[in-house]
Nanobody, 126 residues
Framework: EVQLVESGGGLVQAGGSLRLSCAAR????????IGWFRQVPGKDREAISC????????AYTDSVKGRFTISSDNTKNTVYLQMKSLKPEDTAIYYC???????????????????WGQGTQVTVSS
């Protein structure tokens, strides 16, 4: 069964850091890109970062570039999102997702991704 499981969310003060994890089961990272998304009420799910197999290619949306770092440990089939200098506007539910041969020219769009995790809440207080 294809499954993605996020973890690592929580409550943090502005300026703090969190590391999110996305553990993938049931498919090979060799065949899929992994994206990180976030969603707040009333808005579409926003792509913020993605990574291709072996970390050859990574991409970020402008609002997180320089603050967030995506990485992968392919031996563990796990992708990480290291978030630093967090801002209240980063508050959202964060999801990871898998798209076959994705992450070609940027973080992409939610409607292109096939498999999704359950989400993990990140709350940044001011």
């Amino acid at each position: 069964e294809v499954q993605l499981v996020e973890s690592g969310g929580g409550l943090v003060q502005a300026g703090g850091s969190l590391r999110l994890s996305c553990a993938a089961r049931g498919f090979s990272f060799d065949d899929y890109a992994i994206g990180w998304f976030r969603q707040v009420p009333g808005k579409d799910r926003e792509a913020i970062s993605c990574i291709r197999s072996s970390g050859v290619w990574t991409a970020y949306t402008d609002s997180v570039k320089g603050r967030f770092t995506i990485s992968s440990d392919n031996t563990k089939n796990t992708v990480y999102l290291q978030m630093k200098s967090l801002k209240p506007e980063d508050t959202a539910i964060y999801y990871c997702a898998a798209e076959r041969f994705g992450c070609m020219n940027g973080p992409g769009h939610y409607y292109n991704y096939e498999y999704w995790g359950q989400g993990t809440q990140v709350t940044v207080s001011s």
